[in-house]
């Protein structure tokens, strides 16, 4: 079945510091989202990426969707400890339902 | 709106019992879903409904049972706990295809299987 391999699984970084998350796919999606989740909490979803080579902004995240739609990106400039949490990507391959990675946790020091 | 509401929050069972979590929108959203998050795993599908009355298998369906009678509700049975089951489980729904549209996920019901 359809895979999406995140990595790295775990970032620890200091306040200030940059952070990106990468996302992969053995095959091409149609798709991709990305969802934050705190500690204790549920997932919240930032953003869809569409478009080949689409790169979209939310204030100091970044994220990417490769141009072959195999791969896709989230970087955070400049983390706060606001930032600490878990990040999925999740994505699709036709009329699949959706399959989420297994996350990258971020932790931030102050 | 109070968006996707589960109940329980906590749930203990023993090996055998049987249980149901129950999922409830308010959104009008057509697509449903129950996902388990274990350590290391992610977000795995256990079953999603795509309307009233149409139910089917996700990743991991074993173990669970749901229907759909209406739009508002989703409820996931446990028909005979087993430890493996210690998770937590988490409903999400969506406008309408649910692998294109924005997830909406529930608070969740952390459960654990004695």
């Known amino acids: 079945g359809q895979q999406v391999m995140q990595i790295p699984q775990y970032q620890h970084v200091q306040e200030g510091e940059d952070f990106t998350t990468y996302c992969n796919s053995s095959?091409?999606?149609?798709?991709i989202q990305w969802y934050k989740q705190r500690p204790g909490g549920h997932p919240v979803f930032l953003i869809q990426?569409?478009?080949?080579?689409e790169v979209k902004k939310q204030k100091r995240l970044t994220f990417q969707f490769g141009e072959a739609k195999k791969n896709s990106s989230l970087h955070i400039t400049a983390t706060q400890t606001t930032d600490v949490g878990t990040y999925f990507c999740?994505?699709?391959?036709?009329?699949?339902?959706?399959?989420f990675g297994k996350g990258t946790m971020l932790l931030v020091s102050p | 709106n109070a968006g996707v509401t589960q109940t329980p929050k906590f749930q203990v069972l023993k090996t055998g019992q049987s249980m149901t979590l129950q999922c409830a929108q308010d959104?009008?959203?057509?697509?449903m879903s129950w996902y388990r998050q274990d350590p290391g795993m992610g977000l795995r599908l256990i079953h999603y409904?795509?309307?009233?009355?149409?139910?089917d298998q996700g990743e991991v369906p074993n173990g669970y049972n749901v229907s759909r009678s209406t739009t508002e509700d989703f409820p996931l049975r446990l028909l005979s706990a087993a430890p493996s089951q210690t998770s937590v489980y988490f409903c999400?729904?969506?406008?309408?295809?649910?692998?294109?549209?924005?997830?909406?996920f529930g608070p969740g019901t952390r459960l654990t299987v004695l």
């Open positions: 999400a729904s969506s406008y309408s295809q649910g692998r294109t549209d924005t997830q909406y």
């Open positions: 095959t091409t999606l149609s798709n």
């Open positions: 990426l569409v478009k080949s080579g």
């Open positions: 999740a994505g699709t391959e036709g009329y699949s339902t959706l399959t």
């Open positions: 959104m009008n959203h057509e697509y």
């Open positions: 409904s795509v309307g009233a009355g149409i139910t």
